[in-house]
Nanobody
Framework: QVQLVESGGGLVQAGGSLRLSCAASGGTFSMYVMGWFRQAPGKEREFVSLISRNLGVTYSADSVKGRFTISRDNAKNTLYLQMNSLKPEDTAVYYC????????????????WGQGTQVTVSS
């Protein structure tokens, strides 16, 4: 059983930056593909970015490419999401998730989820 706890959310002006963290415990972190998802008010949860177990291979949604960077530190059991050039449309609750499957953008393939952290971008 893996427990995930996100942190680093907050209120930021458009054009600003935030760095989200996701601390993992209770399992072997390096065995999981990790992903970030987000859910805006009134919308379905959507994929943001994922990273492979050890080689650092990443994939991101078109909406965040060039602005968001996912990374992980397996020694610290921590996942990160560096968010730059933030836009009001990035406002959402951001979730980290873990899967033992191959890299996937489908939230149904993820086994463990954090509680989420709120990111609000003001215009």
């Amino acid at each position: 059983q893996v427990q995930l706890v996100e942190s680093g959310g907050g209120l930021v002006q458009a054009g600003g930056s935030l760095r989200l963290s996701c601390a993992a415990s209770g399992g072997t972190f390096s065995m999981y593909v990790m992903g970030w998802f987000r859910q805006a008010p009134g919308k379905e949860r959507e994929f943001v970015s994922l990273i492979s177990r050890n080689l650092g291979v990443t994939y991101s949604a078109d909406s965040v490419k060039g602005r968001f960077t996912i990374s992980r530190d397996n020694a610290k059991n921590t996942l990160y999401l560096q968010m730059n050039s933030l836009k009001p449309e990035d406002t959402a609750v951001y979730y980290c998730a873990a899967t033992r499957s191959v890299g996937t953008t489908d939230e149904n393939d993820y086994d463990y989820w954090g509680q989420g952290t709120q990111v609000t971008v003001s215009s």
